[in-house]
């Protein structure tokens, strides 16, 4: 069956940077149409953070761009999120969803706090 399982979040400096992994079995990426992050603050909605595709396209939530890069490594199987100059307003569960077909399946979920 397809699992997700997200990695890296912690607790990071504002200005800091922070990798998220987001490891995907029971599945390869190039069969997956998209994959990505979202993320979702104490009492707000979840929303986009950065997705990629399996053609290798990307997308961006506006809050993260110049900031954030999505990347795939599909021998590792493995979605990534490079965080750079991380805000308190990014302190968020970061979670990994990926679209196959007409299924989406959705990881348990990552911590990052950015706090000084």
């Known amino acids: 069956q397809v699992q997700l399982v997200e990695s890296g979040g912690g607790l990071v400096q504002p200005g800091g940077s922070l990798r998220l992994s987001c490891a995907a079995s029971?599945?390869?990426?190039?069969?997956?149409?998209?994959i990505g992050w979202y993320r979702q603050a104490p009492g707000k909605q979840r929303e986009l953070v950065a997705v990629?595709?399996?053609?290798?396209?990307?997308n961006y939530a506006d809050s993260v761009k110049g900031r954030f890069t999505i990347s795939r490594d599909t021998a590792k199987n493995t979605v990534y999120l490079e965080m750079n100059s991380l805000k308190a307003e990014d302190t968020a569960v970061y979670s990994c969803?990926?679209?196959?077909?007409?299924?989406?399946?959705w990881g348990q979920g990552t911590q990052v706090t950015v706090s000084s």
């Open positions: 990629i595709t399996v053609g290798g396209s990307t």
């Open positions: 029971g599945i390869t990426l190039n069969s997956i149409y998209v």
């Open positions: 969803n990926a679209r196959v077909g007409s299924r989406q399946f």
